[in-house]
């Protein structure tokens, strides 16, 4: 099975939730609501889970082996690092606009 999309749906910078996430696999199965976390190690990724009776989750949909959610999580980390730097090039542009508007 291999990773064939990742869309990269919410990008943020507040809190630790850094990103909402949907990967495709061989073009014929998605997988949506993956979160980028933002941990005291470093960012992980978050498989979608629902909340259980005691407020534990529990993963809807994960994968069985240590190889394939590497796979998962390096190909969500590309797509994430690259619409991080979208999302700051935006965010550099309004700002440079912003300030061409006030020099006049």
Do not use: W
Request: net charge negative; aromatic share 6%; no cysteine.
């Amino acid at each position: 099975m291999n990773v064939t999309d990742v869309r990269v749906r919410k990008v943020s910078d507040e809190g630790k939730m850094k990103a909402i996430v949907s990967v495709t696999f061989d073009d014929e199965f998605v997988v949506h609501d993956i979160k980028i976390i933002e941990g005291q190690n470093g960012h992980f990724i978050a498989m979608p889970s629902r909340k259980m009776g005691e407020g534990d989750f529990r993963d809807i949909a994960h994968p069985l082996n240590s190889e394939t959610r590497n796979k998962i999580k390096d190909a969500i980390f590309e797509e994430y690092e690259k619409a991080k730097l979208e999302v700051e090039e935006a965010a550099d542009s309004v700002e440079e606009a912003s300030e061409e508007g006030t020099e006049e």
